[in-house]
Each structure stands twice: as C-alpha cells, then as structure tokens.
T-cell receptor, first 114, second 111 residues
Framework: ETGVTQSPTHLIKTRGQQVTLRCSSQ?????VSWYQQALGQGPQFIFQ???????GRGNFPPRFSGLQFPNYSSELNVNALELDDSALYLC?????????????FGPGTRLTVT | DAKTTQPTSMDCAEGRAANLPCNHS???????VYWYRQIHSQGPQYIIH???NNETNEMASLIITEDRKSSTLILPHATLRDTAVYYC????????????FGAGTTVTVRA
C-alpha cells in the first residue's frame, strides 16, 4: 500500500448534482494529481496541485475543480454531473524535488452517475 | 509527451520470465521511460523508470535500446499476483508530473 487514501470508496449520484471527492497524500509528499479512469481505459490526467495552486490541467471542463490544503490533502469537485462522468477517480501524490518524482496512487473512488 | 505502443495482451507461465515490449520511437532526449501496473480495481503502482541505461530493482528490470526507441520490462519470475495491466509511459522529468497513460498491456500469468 502507498499511504495515499481516498474517500469515499464508492458513490452514486444523479445527473446534474455536484460531488466532492477527497484524497490524503502520502506523508512527506507536497503534490497531488487527479486522474479519471473510464471503464476499460487508462487513467486520464485531470489536474495537479502544488503549494495549494493548480499546476497543470488536462483536457477537462471548468466544472472539474479542485483544492489543496496546507496539509497537502486535496479535494476534487465536479459540478453539474453528466452520465459520462461515471468513472474511477484516482489521486496520486508525489514530492516535487524528490529524486524520482514517481507518483503514488490511492485506491480510487468509484463514481456512478445515474 | 511521446506516444508509446504496447501489445494489447500477453500470457505468461507462472515462474517464467515475462518480457513486456514498448515502442517509443518519438522519444526526445529529456524524456524518461516509466512503467506502472494496475491490478484489477486498484490504483496504478510504480514499477521502474530509466533514461538510457538499463535499470533493475526488486520488482523488475528495464532494458532500453541504445537508440532509446524501444524498451522491455522484464518480470524475472512471474507469479499469479503479477496479473495486471502494464503501462509504459514516457515523460520529461521537468514540466510537471502529468502521466499520459495509454491502453497498456494486459498480462495474464497462468499456473
């Protein structure tokens, strides 16, 4: 296990609702990245947070937003949920300035939008 | 980031070496080769990375060709627990930590 935790494990929401997913990074890590993984596909980069600011974003609309807190934990917020938002949401932590900068992933939150 | 090409799937016998190929013909000089794997219903797990020299750790070995256009991940003694999707990713060490995952190779280790 990596030490990265995510909550909740599973979530069911209705189209049009809003959702907040949470991530606690591995101890000593200062950067959090979020990924969306649709069924049968590889994870797709949503955005990254470093020093509480967004530090890179993938091809996702503004209704996907995030926060990073002083303790380096993070939230992913998705507004106006669509059916296609159903996916596994993964967060990964890393250490900027670390030797290899490999990312350590949490177990994910499975979001189902009905 | 450079694109990678991997076989869709491969089988391997338990206890034998598994050799996973990856083509990255457009890799640039500052890009590293990273390997991650994802066991069913879990988050991806870092395996190994390299620039141009061969690398080995407790999980695997990474062999990169001299022209850096392809590489091979070697699992020396595959076990049933190595059944997973394996992703080969190339990215620069600078410019952020974004990982661009493709479809990966589904490796099935059989008893």
């Amino acid at each position: 296990e990596t030490g990265v935790t995510q909550s909740p494990t599973h979530l069911i929401k209705t189209r049009g609702q809003q959702v907040t997913l949470r991530c606690s990074s591995q101890s000593g890590h200062n950067t959090v990245s979020w990924y969306q993984q649709a069924l049968g596909q590889g994870p797709q980069f949503i955005f990254q947070y470093y020093r509480e600011e967004e530090n890179g974003r993938g091809n996702f609309p503004p209704r996907f937003s995030g926060l990073q807190f002083p303790n380096y934990s993070s939230e992913l917020n998705v507004n106006a949920l669509e059916l296609d938002d159903s996916a596994l949401y993964l967060c990964a932590s890393s250490l900027v300035g670390g030797r290899a900068r490999e990312q350590y992933f949490g177990p994910g939150t499975r979001l189902t939008v009905t | 980031d450079a694109k990678t090409t991997q076989p869709t799937s491969m089988d391997c016998a338990e206890g034998r070496a598994a050799n996973l190929p990856c083509n990255h013909s457009t890799i640039s000089g500052n890009e590293y080769v990273y390997w991650y794997r994802q066991i069913h219903s879990q988050g991806p797990q870092y395996i190994i990375h390299g620039l141009k020299n061969n690398e080995t750790n407790e999980m695997a070995s990474l062999i990169i060709t001299e022209d850096r256009k392809s590489s091979t991940l070697i699992l020396p003694h595959a076990t049933l627990r190595d059944t997973a999707v394996y992703y080969c990713i190339v990215r620069a060490r600078v410019g952020g930590d974004k990982l661009s995952f493709g479809a990966g190779t589904t490796v099935t280790v059989r008893a």
